[in-house]
């Protein structure tokens, strides 16, 4: 009990002090539990939406997805025919059934043909209106369509668009461009995570998403009185003697919820990696804060040990202080991470996913890993001061309080951090050297853990070199002020390396990825310019197909020479060695793509490939099946026949673009598959006519005014696309990492600040033999900036040794080409400095402020 009392009146008398410390626990403990209360929450949005979407039992055609998706590669939903419908009604314990079509391969535009598609990565979906979809959407304006002239649309869709009754939208598909006019609008019962949806009477949506009359893609089910969803598809399967896909209410939702728990979980774990960074960084926090306090106690540690107090009850008193340190950032860093999560859901409404606060799930168990994880940490973190504290004899209280007795940093310190350097720069030497990328990765996780925890360790005798250094080139020239500045950061290196070292971890990510990032744009960009040889290329950057409606308006552009095809399927191939690969993708193509994609080959012409009954394979393929030129591979091709088709070229395994591609002529695979099971092109190859480049890009482009999801790029436009998806994935990490700076930041404040306090006397010295607070001032902001160029030196010289040897992974994969980003390096570094100012501004004011004589007669 006294050791608790004691703890409080300790913790209170210096809460102050501690202040940063919670507030770097609080920031990281919010992270947590607010990662956990978002994706909860997301969990529970998508629960309910599939819970109330489901009939008692759906049936849908054996090529239907488990989750009900309604795409294909030729554009179409898979379907059934009418009739099933009629089978299903005699099936016993059915008291109703529906039949109904969906489809999400479809764009819909306004009248000025401007997409209406979510922009956030929801899907578009166009289907009937049906007595299902009546369960979970209210008519607010207007009324359900009737005939092929209407439509309705779901009220989101038309606020974001600024759609009314009347207007006129049109829906794109495979089978061509259907046009209606609103005739109402329909709110959501449920939360919409960010869905458009779009519906048509039954009749127009099966000519309009289909091409056919009496057909559908689901039957709805409902269950009579009594009948138990289970029972209830055993009777519905008998019916229909098994040809069809049957799934109960259950069934369907989970199917759903698995389709986008992988999301969700890549996204939960990132969140929560870059927390534990954030936490990591807290520790150097801590640590410094009671390394310092204990260090300032030292005469009050020594009094209490001379009248009674042992080791373990010092001890435990530091202990008793972080646990209650912990205790107060956690709580506040849990309530404030729901805070986090209501400030994420409502940018992701704004990104285009709707969530709304009325499911907001906290989870019993959100709190208790906040709580356990705070508080474990501040106490493992607060434990080396606590032991040093425990170790302080009863004669410290005759010496004065703040002089450090570990000023040095220690022999074996600097011993261990070498050996930890040297076997992790080891294992990214070894990184260098691997033949396969998966060999490779492992050794480079070694390599970075053991170099971070190296440098971790031996910073404190690195801080003497590189302060020394930085204050020649930056300080001296400030006189004397400069010169105690870089002192008192050589005072104490244990705190110097441990304060830069915060900082130097978010740095070394920062430096990483964008050595990695600007490696792959650079090769990339490498590799277009060897082997694009076509001027234009046309796609979706949602990934939807080309309709033959959007071919046959792009191949009557003016001023283009050519238009390649470029289709994708899948196939079973049975190989020369009797193995049958199932599944396994070929990509079909006009002849002209040989020439339009220069893929390189080891063996034969890959113009040959395109002859008649005719393939290629690429290197590996070959070499595992024992495939050599004039094989044959007997091919069976998806909704089509088999073929045999004879190996006229091996392509190259070393390129980039369509890495592991085989390939086959168009004409060949529409010899196997019949016209309507035909997939759709993935993209188009145009080229110019010579000297016409500029208005042939134009005319490509106004050709494709009408189908807006389609994207016209010129070689520089691709190159700028690909840039810019890399540079907004960077931007993101950079988002999550800005937390950690934040935390590093937080701990030169508190670092500069206790050492403030810790100086109060010498302060109070300098001041009355003529410092001024200006030059006080000056000395503790240089001092800062000093520590933070510490640590970015360390930080970026790491990320870009890391970033360096990832490179080598990606030259195995073809990314050859080593960019280091300068201008990003050289900017980090100087924005360093600015954070260290910053870092300043407080410490520096209050120490300005200090009363002379007070600080002299401080103890």
Not at 688 to 713: C, F, I, N
Request: charged share 20%.
């Amino acid at each position: 009990m006294t050791v608790l009392k004691t703890s409080m009146r300790n913790f209170l008398a210096h809460k102050g002090r501690m202040a940063l410390s919670a507030i770097a626990v609080l920031l990281s403990v919010a992270f947590v539990s607010g990662t956990l209360v978002f994706t909860d929450t997301m969990s529970t949005t998508f629960d309910k939406l599939f819970a109330a979407t489901s009939s008692d039992v759906t049936v849908s055609a054996k090529g239907s997805s488990d989750t009900g998706e309604t795409t294909s590669d030729n554009g179409r939903p898979p379907v059934m025919p009418a009739a099933v419908l009629d089978k299903v009604r005699t099936a016993d314990g059915v008291k109703s059934a529906e039949g109904t079509v969906f489809s999400t391969s479809v764009t819909v535009v306004d009248a000025d043909k401007d997409s209406l598609s979510p922009t956030g990565g929801a899907p578009t979906i166009v289907g009937s209106w049906n007595s299902n979809e009546a369960r979970t959407m209210d008519i607010t304006s207007g009324a359900a369509p009737k005939g092929p002239d209407q439509v309705m649309v779901d009220a989101d869709t038309a606020d974001k668009h600024d759609l009314r009754l009347g207007d006129e939208i049109g829906v794109i598909t495979a089978v061509g461009t259907h046009t209606a006019k609103i005739s109402g609008l329909a709110d959501f019962t449920v939360t919409n995570p960010g869905a458009a949806i779009f519906y048509l009477d039954t009749a127009t949506a099966q000519q309009a998403l289909v091409g056919q009359s009496d057909v559908y893609t689901n039957v709805n089910v409902t269950a009579a009185a009594g009948v138990s969803d289970a029972r209830l598809k055993e009777n519905v399967t008998a019916a229909l003697g098994g040809e069809y896909k049957v799934q109960t209410a259950k069934e369907t939702a989970d199917a759903n919820q698995k389709d986008v728990e992988g999301f969700m979980s890549v996204m939960k774990y990132a969140m929560l990696g870059f927390a534990g960074i954030a936490f990591l960084v807290g520790i150097f926090l801590i640590i410094n804060t009671f390394s310092m306090l204990v260090a300032q106690r030292t005469r009050e540690i020594g009094l209490m040990r001379a009248i009674g107090s042992s080791r373990k009850q010092v001890n435990r008193s530091v202990l008793a202080e972080a646990l209650l340190l912990g205790l107060v950032g956690s709580l506040l860093g849990v309530g404030a991470g729901v805070g986090l999560a209501i400030g994420l859901m409502k940018l992701m409404g704004g990104m285009g996913m709707e969530l709304s606060t009325d499911d907001l799930t906290i989870a019993w168990t959100t709190p208790v890993v906040g709580l356990v994880l705070g508080v474990v940490v501040t106490v493992l973190a607060a434990y080396l001061p606590a032991r040093r504290a425990g170790r302080i004899s009863p004669m410290a209280a005759l010496r004065d309080a703040g002089a450090p007795a570990d000023a040095r940093a220690g022999w074996v310190r600097g011993v261990i951090g070498t050996v930890l350097t040297a076997g992790g720069a080891g294992a990214l030497y070894l990184t260098a050297r691997a033949d396969k990328a998966s060999e490779g990765s492992m050794w480079l996780g070694l390599g970075i853990v053991l170099t971070l925890i190296g440098f971790v360790v031996i910073g404190p005798l690195l801080a003497g070199g590189v302060v020394r250094v930085l204050g020649a080139v930056l300080l001296r020239a400030f006189g004397p002020v400069g010169r105690m500045a870089e002192r008192n950061a050589l005072r104490n290196p244990r705190r110097t390396g441990a304060t830069g070292a915060a900082l130097m971890i978010g740095l070394a990510l920062v430096a990483c990825l964008s050595v990695v990032g600007s490696s792959m744009v650079a090769s990339a960009t490498d590799q277009l310019d060897k082997t694009v040889g076509t001027d234009f290329i046309v796609q979706s950057d949602t990934g939807q197909l080309l309709t033959p409606e959007a071919v046959r308006a792009a191949k009557a552009a003016p001023g283009l020479e050519r238009i390649t095809e470029y289709k994708w399927t899948e196939a079973d191939f049975t190989t020369p060695d009797g193995k049958t690969l199932k599944d396994t993708a070929i990509t079909a193509a006009d002849p002209s793509y040989a020439t339009d994609v220069r893929t390189g080959t080891v063996a034969g012409k890959l113009t040959d490939a395109y002859r008649p009954d005719s393939m290629s394979v690429h290197e590996k393929f070959a070499e595992d099946h024992g495939i050599r030129l004039g094989s044959t591979v007997e091919v069976a091709f998806r909704d089509g026949s088999t073929g045999r088709l004879t190996v006229r070229a091996i392509t190259s395994s070393d390129v980039v673009i369509d890495a592991g591609a085989m390939y086959t002529s168009i004409d060949t695979l529409a010899k196997y598959v019949p016209a309507e099971k035909m997939p759709l092109d993935m993209l188009l190859f145009a080229s110019a006519k010579d000297g016409q480049e500029a208005a042939a890009y134009k005319s490509l482009k106004s050709a494709l005014h009408d189908y807006p999801q389609y994207t016209v790029r010129d070689q520089t436009d691709y190159k700028e696309a690909l840039k810019d998806q890399i540079g907004q994935l960077l931007n993101m990490i950079y988002g999550l990492l800005a937390l950690a700076i934040i935390v590093a930041i937080l701990g030169v404040v508190n670092t500069l600040a206790l050492s403030v306090v810790e100086r109060t006397r010498e302060i109070g010295l300098m001041r009355a033999i003529g410092l001024s607070r200006r030059q006080l001032r000056r000395m503790i902001r240089m001092e800062s900036v000093v520590i933070a160029l510490f640590g970015a030196l360390l930080g970026l010289g790491l990320g870009m040794g890391w970033g360096a040897t990832a490179q080598q992974l990606l030259a195995l994969e073809g990314l050859t080409v080593l960019e280091i980003p300068w201008p990003t390096i050289i900017g980090v570094f100087l924005a360093s400095a600015l954070v260290g100012l910053f870092a300043a501004l407080v410490p520096a004011f209050r120490a300005g402020r200090m009363n002379v004589l007070n600080a002299i007669a401080t103890e």
